[in-house]
Nanobody, 123 residues
Framework: QVQVVESGGGLVQAGGSLRLSCAAS????????MGWFRQAPGKEREFVAA????????TETNSVKGRFTISRGNVKNTVYLQMNSLKPEDTAVYYC????????????????WGQGTQVTVSS
Protein backbone atom coordinates (compact mmCIF):
# COMPACT_ATOMS: atom_id res chain seq x y z
CA GLN A 1 0.00 0.00 0.00
CA VAL A 2 1.44 3.32 -1.06
CA GLN A 3 1.60 6.01 1.58
CA VAL A 4 2.65 9.62 1.33
CA VAL A 5 2.88 11.43 4.65
CA GLU A 6 3.63 15.11 5.23
CA SER A 7 4.67 16.77 8.45
CA GLY A 8 6.10 20.03 9.70
CA GLY A 9 3.29 22.50 9.22
CA GLY A 10 2.27 25.01 11.84
CA LEU A 11 1.72 28.64 12.75
CA VAL A 12 4.49 31.13 12.10
CA GLN A 13 4.81 34.90 11.94
CA ALA A 14 5.48 36.66 8.66
CA GLY A 15 9.17 36.51 7.82
CA GLY A 16 9.61 33.23 9.65
CA SER A 17 10.57 29.79 8.39
CA LEU A 18 9.20 26.27 8.35
CA ARG A 19 10.45 23.01 6.91
CA LEU A 20 7.96 20.51 5.59
CA SER A 21 8.86 16.84 5.30
CA CYS A 22 7.39 14.16 3.09
CA ALA A 23 7.94 10.43 3.32
CA ALA A 24 6.73 8.06 0.62
CA SER A 25 6.55 4.29 0.98
CA UNK A 26 4.92 1.20 -0.41
CA UNK A 27 6.49 0.96 -3.84
CA UNK A 28 9.56 1.84 -5.87
CA UNK A 29 9.60 5.50 -6.83
CA UNK A 30 12.29 5.34 -9.46
CA UNK A 31 11.45 7.71 -12.31
CA UNK A 32 8.84 9.40 -10.15
CA UNK A 33 8.62 13.12 -9.59
CA MET A 34 7.84 14.33 -6.08
CA GLY A 35 5.89 17.54 -5.90
CA TRP A 36 4.56 20.01 -3.37
CA PHE A 37 1.23 21.71 -3.93
CA ARG A 38 -0.82 24.03 -1.76
CA GLN A 39 -4.46 24.93 -1.46
CA ALA A 40 -5.84 28.00 0.25
CA PRO A 41 -9.51 28.24 1.29
CA GLY A 42 -11.73 28.87 -1.72
CA LYS A 43 -8.88 28.43 -4.18
CA GLU A 44 -7.68 25.68 -6.46
CA ARG A 45 -4.74 23.51 -5.57
CA GLU A 46 -1.62 25.09 -7.01
CA PHE A 47 1.86 23.87 -7.83
CA VAL A 48 4.70 24.93 -5.54
CA ALA A 49 7.78 22.87 -6.38
CA ALA A 50 8.90 19.51 -7.78
CA UNK A 51 11.99 17.37 -7.80
CA UNK A 52 13.03 14.42 -9.94
CA UNK A 53 14.22 11.39 -7.98
CA UNK A 54 16.82 10.43 -10.53
CA UNK A 55 18.32 13.63 -11.79
CA UNK A 56 17.52 15.94 -8.94
CA UNK A 57 15.98 18.40 -11.38
CA UNK A 58 14.22 21.13 -9.44
CA THR A 59 11.33 23.28 -10.50
CA GLU A 60 9.70 25.95 -8.35
CA THR A 61 6.86 28.30 -9.08
CA ASN A 62 7.79 31.96 -9.50
CA SER A 63 5.97 33.16 -6.39
CA VAL A 64 8.23 31.11 -4.12
CA LYS A 65 11.55 31.26 -5.97
CA GLY A 66 14.28 32.55 -3.74
CA ARG A 67 12.23 31.75 -0.63
CA PHE A 68 11.33 28.05 -0.88
CA THR A 69 13.73 25.20 -1.61
CA ILE A 70 12.80 21.62 -2.41
CA SER A 71 15.34 18.90 -1.74
CA ARG A 72 15.70 15.17 -1.38
CA GLY A 73 16.53 13.68 1.95
CA ASN A 74 19.33 11.24 2.73
CA VAL A 75 16.69 8.78 3.87
CA LYS A 76 15.25 7.03 0.84
CA ASN A 77 12.00 8.43 -0.52
CA THR A 78 11.98 11.57 1.59
CA VAL A 79 11.57 15.09 0.31
CA TYR A 80 11.70 18.42 2.10
CA LEU A 81 10.35 21.88 1.43
CA GLN A 82 12.30 24.59 3.23
CA MET A 83 10.19 27.72 3.40
CA ASN A 84 11.84 31.00 4.35
CA SER A 85 10.61 34.60 4.44
CA LEU A 86 7.06 33.37 4.75
CA LYS A 87 4.23 35.70 3.86
CA PRO A 88 0.56 35.66 4.91
CA GLU A 89 -0.34 34.72 1.32
CA ASP A 90 1.61 31.47 1.79
CA THR A 91 -1.09 30.32 4.20
CA ALA A 92 -2.58 27.08 2.86
CA VAL A 93 -2.74 23.34 3.27
CA TYR A 94 0.42 21.94 1.73
CA TYR A 95 0.31 18.58 -0.02
CA CYS A 96 3.08 16.23 -1.07
CA UNK A 97 2.53 14.03 -4.09
CA UNK A 98 4.30 11.40 -6.18
CA UNK A 99 3.73 10.73 -9.85
CA UNK A 100 5.25 10.01 -13.23
CA UNK A 101 3.13 12.22 -15.44
CA UNK A 102 4.59 14.37 -18.15
CA UNK A 103 3.81 17.79 -16.71
CA UNK A 104 5.00 18.18 -13.10
CA UNK A 105 3.09 21.46 -12.78
CA UNK A 106 -0.28 19.72 -13.06
CA UNK A 107 -2.10 17.82 -10.32
CA UNK A 108 -2.95 15.27 -13.01
CA UNK A 109 0.68 14.16 -13.17
CA UNK A 110 0.53 12.74 -9.65
CA UNK A 111 -0.87 9.39 -8.60
CA UNK A 112 -0.30 9.44 -4.87
CA TRP A 113 -1.12 12.23 -2.43
CA GLY A 114 -0.60 12.87 1.24
CA GLN A 115 -3.28 14.12 3.59
CA GLY A 116 -1.84 17.63 3.73
CA THR A 117 -0.33 19.76 6.46
CA GLN A 118 -1.58 23.21 7.45
CA VAL A 119 0.73 26.20 7.20
CA THR A 120 -0.55 29.46 8.68
CA VAL A 121 1.44 32.68 8.43
CA SER A 122 0.28 35.54 10.62
CA SER A 123 0.90 39.18 9.74
Amino acid sequence: QVQVVESGGGLVQAGGSLRLSCAASGRTFSNYVMGWFRQAPGKEREFVAAIDWNGGRITETNSVKGRFTISRGNVKNTVYLQMNSLKPEDTAVYYCAAGNGVNPFSVRAYDYWGQGTQVTVSS
